[in-house]
Nanobody, 126 residues
């Protein structure tokens, strides 16, 4: 059973910053080289935020967060991070970490991911 645990969600004012963490079990991290962050607002579809291949340097971002959010990794800790700067009220959502063993299509497509965490809430007030 894959294990992904998100943390770091909080309530902040617009313009502020947060860093989310996704701690994976060692087996999950070693067997699933594609890690992504997604977010969802009630009543809306889950959308991609950022993703990466933990074995390389390429990182991918949705247009809505490009230049403001940064995905990174710490292989020694089996952890992926999402640094969120210049937060906007429209960034308010539940943020989920996801993992995939292989990507067959688009790395920012949520259907590519097999394993999900329980989510961490981010609320940005104006």
């Amino acid at each position: 059973q894959a294990q992904l645990v998100e943390s770091g969600g909080d309530s902040v004012q617009a313009g502020g910053s947060l860093r989310l963490s996704c701690a994976a079990s060692k087996d999950t991290y070693s067997n699933n080289k594609y890690m992504g962050w997604f977010r969802q607002v009630p009543g809306e579809e889950r959308e991609a935020v950022a993703a990466m291949w933990t074995g390389g340097i390429m990182k991918y971002y949705s247009d809505s967060v490009k230049g403001r959010f940064t995905i990174s990794q710490d292989n020694a800790k089996s952890t992926v991070y999402l640094q969120m700067d210049s937060l906007k009220p429209e960034d308010t959502a539940m943020y989920y970490c996801a993992a995939a063993r292989q990507i067959y299509g688009r790395i920012l497509d949520r259907s590519e991911y097999n394993y999900w965490g329980q989510g961490t809430q981010v609320t940005v007030s104006s």
